[in-house]
T-cell receptor
């Protein structure tokens, strides 16, 4: 079985400060990992993915995420938060070694960036 | 169209009625997914189609839920005898192929069962 945990329902950060949104995963094989963002009144958008290779993945809007196999984590980061980053963020995983193609999503973390 | 299109955007129905939700994926995308997003919860996988392969129905919560994909393009999610707990946003997504490709999501159908 594959699962994702996002331990924080909400993260608050001041504009200009670094931000981290946490994600841990569980798979029996090797993972493909994804971050998606949902802005208010808009659909889910892809941010970045880890498939293989470099553990630090860079994505859209200045976001990056670091794959840590030993800690089974894939935390989302950004060096300097913007108010416009305020949104709902979802981590997702797919177990590569199973036949299942569908992504399993976490429960989401609401990021609030204060001016 | 340019993106994944879902209709209707909002649906209000009475308990016990059947509803059909439609998804038009991006042209040429062979993989199509249905997810459900309930208030305060994450995305719950429902069903996945890939080309002509048998769909992965492992996420359908009960036999009241079914989906089909005609001609490898448009998909319809049907909920029979709706219950109040079916109220949620139903999201459709497509991707060029299954696996490592990113998903393109529609704006969803907000279903309210009274």
């Amino acid at each position: 079985a594959q699962s994702v945990a996002q331990p924080e329902d909400q993260v608050n950060v001041a504009e200009g400060n670094p931000l981290t949104v946490k994600c841990t995963y569980s798979v029996s094989g090797n993972p493909y990992l994804f971050w998606y963002v949902q802005y208010p009144n808009r659909g889910l958008q892809f941010l970045l993915k880890y498939i293989t290779g470099d553990n630090l993945v860079k994505g859209s809007y200045g976001f990056e995420a670091e794959f840590n196999k030993s800690q089974t984590s894939f935390h989302l980061k950004k060096p300097s938060a913007l108010v416009s980053d305020s949104a709902l963020y979802f981590c997702a995983v797919r177990d590569v070694d199973t036949g299942r193609r569908a992504l399993t999503f976490g429960s989401g973390t609401r990021l609030q960036v204060q001016p | 169209g340019a993106g994944v299109s879902q209709s209707p955007s909002n649906k209000v129905t009475e308990k016990g009625k059947d509803v059909e939700l439609r998804c038009d994926p991006i042209s040429g995308h062979t993989a199509l997914y249905w997810y459900r997003q309930s208030l305060g919860q994450g995305l719950e996988f429902l069903i996945y189609f890939q080309g002509n392969s048998a769909p992965d129905k492992s996420g359908l919560p009960s036999d009241r839920f079914s989906a089909e994909r005609t001609g490898g393009s448009v998909s319809t999610l049907t909920i029979q005898r709706t219950q109040q707990e079916d109220s949620a946003v139903y999201l459709c997504a497509s991707s060029p192929r299954a696996g490592q490709e990113k998903l393109f999501f529609g704006s969803g159908t907000q279903l309210s069962v009274l």
